[in-house]
């Protein structure tokens, strides 16, 4: 059974670091191009960043810079290290697998940036 869990969210004053995990089950996740997302309240949910099968990345222009998406083939888990984060990063984050027919999500973890 395809499983995602998000974990690493919480409370981070502005210019703080969280690094998000997504533990993946019942695939590979390298297998597969996989993202982060996020939705803010009363907003779209938005792209954040995204990992291809072959390792490149690539980010939403507001996190070019300040977050990093990775993953660890052994632990067969994706991660998003934020930095610098502002109170508009304020959101709950997805992780995602694929698209289309394949695509799966998390369930997610509140991010909250405030003093």
């Known amino acids: 059974q395809v499983q995602l869990v998000e974990s690493g969210g919480g409370l981070v004053q502005p210019g703080g670091s969280l690094r998000l995990s997504c533990a993946a089950s019942?695939?590979?996740?390298?297998?597969?191009?996989m993202s982060w997302f996020r939705q803010a309240p009363g907003k779209e949910r938005e792209l954040v960043a995204f990992i291809f099968m072959g390792g490149s990345t690539n980010y939403a222009d507001a996190m070019k810079g300040r977050f990093t998406i990775s993953r660890n083939n052994d632990k067969n888990t994706m991660y998003l290290q934020m930095n610098s984060l502002k109170p508009e990063d304020t959101a709950v984050y997805y992780c995602?697998?694929?698209?289309?027919?394949?695509?799966?999500w998390g369930q997610g973890t509140q991010v909250t940036v405030s003093s």
């Open positions: 019942g695939f590979t996740l390298s297998s597969y191009t």
């Open positions: 995602k697998r694929g698209g289309g027919p394949n695509e799966s």
